[in-house]
């Protein structure tokens, strides 16, 4: 924020849109603003007792005025294991009935020959699950550790006006002019972090919240 002089208050910018400052307010600010920890009670499952969680939870608007994107859902990660769990139990399956009376058990039964192959099979796709996220989980952070400091001075200077649903910037060399709905906002942020790229879903967001 920009402060006249030491020990003043912070300027207030009037907003581009409606030109009035009594409902613009720091963008950082706000979305502190709209991060609460609450506690939520868990039903009791068969094999966990019924007990109480801290949850972070996020309002709509300080979602859209975030300076970074949240990591990405490890989803694909999480279907490999059933997979690897029938890698591993066909695997073992076909080993302790490896062999019927002497002979293989593909000799005495030709079907159990898929096993073999639906063992290989599930442990390829669980492999390939797995690693591709976890390499995508280490791709994200080393992209958030590089370029969220320079995202995060440039958020740091923003404004919001509650009664437009805008955010703008001081007048300042190099920072966009004029308001800004909440995509063009998080466009203009996330690029200055080098993960633009990861906005352009944000453009399809209502002009409002």
């Given at each position: 924020?920009?402060?006249?002089g ?5 300027r ?6 409606c030109g009035?400052?009594?409902?613009v ?12 920890h ?11 007792m ?15 005025l975030a ?7 490890t ?14 139990g066909t ?11 002497g002979r293989?058990?593909?000799?005495a039964?030709?079907d ?9 099979l599930a ?22 550790a ?10 740091s200077?923003?404004?919001?006006c509650?009664?437009?649903?805008k955010v703008h ?14 995509g063009?906002f ?19 967001q209502?002009?409002?919240?």
């Amino acid at each position: 924020m920009t402060y006249e002089g030491i020990g003043a208050a912070p300027r207030l910018y009037p907003c581009p849109s409606c030109g009035l400052t009594d409902r613009v307010s720091g963008v950082p600010a706000v979305y502190v603003a709209g991060m609460h920890h609450v506690n939520v009670v868990v039903p009791r499952t068969d094999d966990r007792m019924e007990h109480t969680e801290n949850r972070l939870v996020t309002t709509t608007l300080a979602a859209a005025l975030a300076p970074a994107p949240t990591a990405p859902a490890t989803w694909t990660g999480c279907l490999g294991v059933p997979l690897l769990v029938v890698a591993i139990g066909t695997f073992i399956g076909g080993s302790t009935n490896g062999h019927w009376f002497g002979r293989s058990l593909a000799e005495a039964h030709p079907d159990y020959s898929l096993l073999g192959v639906i063992s290989l099979l599930a442990m390829v796709v669980a492999a390939i699950l797995i690693v591709s996220a976890v390499l995508r989980a280490i791709a994200f952070r080393r992209l958030m550790a590089a370029g969220r400091p320079a995202a995060e001075r440039l958020w740091s200077r923003a404004w919001y006006c509650g009664r437009c649903g805008k955010v703008h910037f001081p007048p300042r060399s190099g920072d966009p002019g004029g308001a800004l709905t909440f995509g063009e906002f998080r466009a203009v942020v996330w690029a200055a972090g080098g993960y633009g790229h990861l906005a352009r879903p944000a453009h399809q967001q209502g002009r409002t919240l």
